[in-house]
């Protein structure tokens, strides 16, 4: 007989989000929430900036024939990147969504603007939860604002 225990918020948001009906959860108890929000959104910035960086990077290489006859180089590199920036980029969004949310949401698949589109669905679950992410991108903006630097777009 195994003994064990379930502590459980009663503060829990529950999120259906896809058609199996998986979920996702956010405690908006815990305290540590506007952080990992934060922290959320400052990683993916970075991650955005510097995938911006290493695209016009790669751009400006020669054109030479790949490893697979129909790319280049340059094709092979922008699709390493991006499937790079794709993976650390759902890291980042599990960290406040719970372990393996992005693959629930997403499954297997990457495409521009998803990362948009998730943010755009759960704005009005956050309204509901209390947390305004535009708070949260203003108080990041104003305290690199100070340091001259671009954080959120």
């Known amino acids: 007989m195994t003994n064990s225990i379930r502590v459980k918020s009663e503060n829990e948001y529950i999120i259906e989000v896809n058609d199996a009906g998986d979920t996702i959860s956010l405690d908006i108890s815990d305290l ?3 952080e990992k929000l934060t922290n959320m959104l400052q990683a993916i910035d970075k991650l955005t900036e510097d995938f911006e960086k ?3 990077r790669i751009e400006s290489l020669p054109d030479s ?3 697979n006859p ?3 180089m340059k094709d092979e590199a922008q699709i390493e990147l991006t499937k790079e920036y794709f993976m650390k980029t759902r890291l980042a969004l599990d960290i406040v969504l719970g ?3 992005c693959q629930k949401i997403f499954g297997d698949r990457n495409f521009v603007g998803m990362f948009d589109d998730l943010m755009m669905q759960l704005d ?3 309204k509901k939860m209390g947390i305004k992410l535009d708070e949260y991108k203003k108080r990041i903006a104003e305290k690199y604002a100070k340091h001259n630097m671009k954080v959120l777009k």
Do not use: D, I, Q, R
């Open 32 to 34: 540590s929430l506007p």
């Open 54 to 56: 290493e695209t016009k």
């Open 65 to 67: 024939p790949g490893t």
């Open 70 to 72: 129909y790319m280049t």
């Open 99 to 101: 372990a393996g949310a």
């Open 124 to 126: 009005p679950h956050f």
